[in-house]
């Protein structure tokens, strides 16, 4: 089992332009989640899915973030344009149903200049 | 929405144990999670009670108290390795975590 699998591991990218954070979940969980950490704000959740489905996508800051999962082995989440108050680790997180515990993903630092 | 409380920081020795305690208020409960996340890594799982009592899994326990909206993670015997940042989190109906802001507990020799 490889874990949650998420690419980059680091990210530095100039205000304004488009980042695509990658996310693999474990083989045979069907919720995923997508959480971002700062020092301010913690640990926050911004989307998630079931069966690739969104269920809540309330903490999604707003519309210049989007997620998406186009099958139950991938899922991606985009900030376009970026700005600098998103520097932030992004994690991503599975676990199957019945199952009350996470497994989060190495997570990406993402840095916005 | 969530509501969760727990001390930002704690230190003790090689040895010695510790209790972080947790409350909470929500609109929604259906348990109580716990994690531990070192410095530049994942949270990891440590521990879920979804009812009132003590769950002990090896040097670390969580216990919870849904009528006084509270719960603990007791660490003992503690080593170097578990200095570290630990999280309580609640969870409601659906699958959702909100978590804490996460307590640093630093081990000393």
Redesign the interface.
């Known amino acids: 089992d490889a874990g949650v699998i998420q690419s980059p591991r680091h990210e530095v990218t100039e205000m304004g332009q488009e980042v695509t954070l990658r996310c693999k979940p474990i083989s045979g969980h069907d919720y995923l989640f997508w959480y971002r950490q700062t020092m301010m704000r913690g640990l926050e959740l911004l989307i998630y899915f079931n069966n690739n489905v969104p269920i809540d996508d309330s903490g999604m800051p707003e519309d210049r973030f989007s997620a998406k999962m186009p099958n139950a082995s991938f899922s991606t989440l985009k900030i376009q344009p970026s700005e600098p108050r998103d520097s932030a680790v992004y994690f991503c997180a599975s676990s199957p149903t019945g199952v009350f515990g996470y497994t989060f993903g190495s997570g990406t630092r993402l840095t916005v200049v | 929405g969530q509501s969760l409380e727990q001390p930002s920081e704690v230190t003790a020795v090689e040895g010695a144990i510790v209790q972080i305690n947790c409350t909470y208020q929500t609109s929604g409960f259906y348990?109580l999670?716990w994690y531990q996340q070192h410095d530049g890594?994942?949270?990891?799982?440590l521990s879920?009670n979804?009812l009132d009592g003590l769950e002990e899994t090896g040097r670390f326990s969580s216990f919870l108290s849904r009528s006084d909206s509270y719960g603990y993670l007791l660490l003992q015997e503690l080593q170097m390795k578990d200095s570290a940042s630990y999280?309580c989190a609640v969870?409601d109906l659906?699958?959702?975590?909100?978590?804490?802001?996460?307590t640093t507990v630093t081990v000393r020799a």
Do not use: D, E, N, V
């Open positions: 348990g999670s890594g994942a949270p990891t799982f879920y979804a999280f969870r659906g699958y959702k975590l909100s978590f804490g802001a996460g």
